[in-house]
């Protein structure tokens, strides 16, 4: 079955303002499924435009561990939240993905991908990343989603906030 955004005067349909979603945003919701049940997680991430992936750090075991290794696809969202409007109205940008997750173990992936995570989510980038030794690296759990399908909403302009 396909669905579309059924608003079209709210869909975002230029890849770059998608994109732009993906790449301001700190935090993703990502949700899996595995036989039948569903669960979901928030993982701060950074966004490469280049290979159109998103990279995130976690625990190495745990329950969406386990989703992930039963089932890789996955399905997300990304919000800019910009608050009741002088309408009463809800004013927000969303993105919408699906892809596969996986895990990450090269070494020099991993770099690339804490540097994109860290400078995304970071207000002091390169002070942090100074910090962290490929010793230290190896050992984190790193991994990426690799996007297949975006759709885009938005609902009002954040200049009509009240
Ligand atoms: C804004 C934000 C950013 C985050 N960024 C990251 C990140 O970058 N990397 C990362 O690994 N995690 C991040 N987290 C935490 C993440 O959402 C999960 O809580 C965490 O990854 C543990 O997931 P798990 O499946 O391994 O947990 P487990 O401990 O294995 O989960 C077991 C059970 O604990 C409960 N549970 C787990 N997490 C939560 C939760 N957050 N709230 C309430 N109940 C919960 C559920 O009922 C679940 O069934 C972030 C959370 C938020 C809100």
């Known amino acids: 079955m396909s669905f579309h955004v059924r608003r079209k005067d709210r869909e975002i ?4 303002e998608l994109r732009q979603v993906l ?3 700190k935090y993703v919701t990502v949700a899996f499924c595995m036989e039948n049940e569903p669960y979901l997680v928030s993982l701060s991430h ?3 435009e280049a290979k159109n992936c998103l990279y995130f750090h976690c625990a ?3 329950k969406k561990l386990v989703y992930q ?3 890789s696809k996955v399905w997300g969202q990304a919000v800019l939240n910009f608050g ?3 309408e009463c109205d809800y004013a927000y940008t969303s993105v919408h993905f699906s892809g596969k997750m996986r895990l990450i173990s090269d070494l020099s992936e991993k770099q690339h991908a804490i540097e994109v995570l860290v ?3 970071s207000l002091k980038p390169e002070e942090k990343l100074a910090k962290i030794k490929p010793e230290k690296l190896e050992k984190t759990t790193m991994g990426r989603i690799d996007i297949t399908y975006m759709s885009g909403k938005k609902h009002q302009s954040p200049k009509s906030q009240g």
């Open 69 to 71: 290794k039963a089932n």
């Open 60 to 62: 190495p075991e745990g």
């Open 13 to 16: 349909t230029d890849p770059n």
């Open 119 to 121: 400078r995304q989510v």
């Open 46 to 48: 950074g966004y490469d």
């Open 23 to 25: 790449k301001t945003t």
């Open 84 to 86: 009741v409007t002088n």
